[in-house]
């Protein structure tokens, strides 16, 4: 059983599109967190939620969006896909303090 | 804000030990994290030590921890090819629960 699932896997999509790419963990963990890692494998965190809050927001663009429908999911929506989007998006879930399990990522591809 | 420096890349032979090197920022961090990834793959947390811990010993890995320096060190015994990898250091964000900030990676290359 896949601990943290991200879908899709790759994604390539035109700019200006909007698109979302989706987050589920079934460890019954309380914290879920979106990772973005660029093209020169720089890791940044870019938001982390604990039971439907927002806690941190890194400087993001307000173009990218979390939306947490329930406690087991934190999907990232992006509108108006730029050039510099692309990269691969991690998606974590943690409970308290405890070791984060990350997903397999999510290649974004921005043409 | 600040950044977690490491050194971009180490080449060791196998068999040989390596040490990656790491220095972070935030003097607060309740846990610092080494991870390693490898080739188009996720994250693998390969182990991590709380901050009153000069040193922690995991089978072949020995981290070592300066806190006055903020310095942190990953040591790989006998390493082999498959240890060939990216590794990052990580540091604890404040009280945020598991938020990280990483290093730049190192890339781990092991040659027979």
Known sequence: DTAVSQTPKYLVTQMGNDKSIKCEQNLGHDTMYWYKQDSKKFLKIMFSYNNKELIINETVPNRFSPKSPDKAHLNLHINSLELGDSAVYFCASSQGNSEAFFGQGTRLTVV | ?112
């Open chain 2, 1 to 112: 804000g600040e950044d977690v420096e490491q050194s971009l890349f180490l080449s060791v032979r196998e068999g040989d030990s390596s040490v990656i090197n790491c220095t972070y920022t935030d003097s607060s961090s309740t846990y610092l994290y080494w991870y390693k990834q490898e080739p188009g793959a996720g994250l693998q947390l390969l182990t991590y030590i709380f901050s009153n811990m000069d040193m922690k010993q995991d089978q072949r890995l020995t981290v070592l921890l300066n806190k006055k320096d903020k310095h942190l060190s990953l040591r790989i015994a006998d390493t082999q090819t498959g240890d060939s990898a990216i590794y990052f250091c990580a540091e604890s964000i404040g009280n945020s629960g598991y938020a990280l900030n990483f290093g730049k990676g190192t890339s781990l290359l092991v040659t027979p």
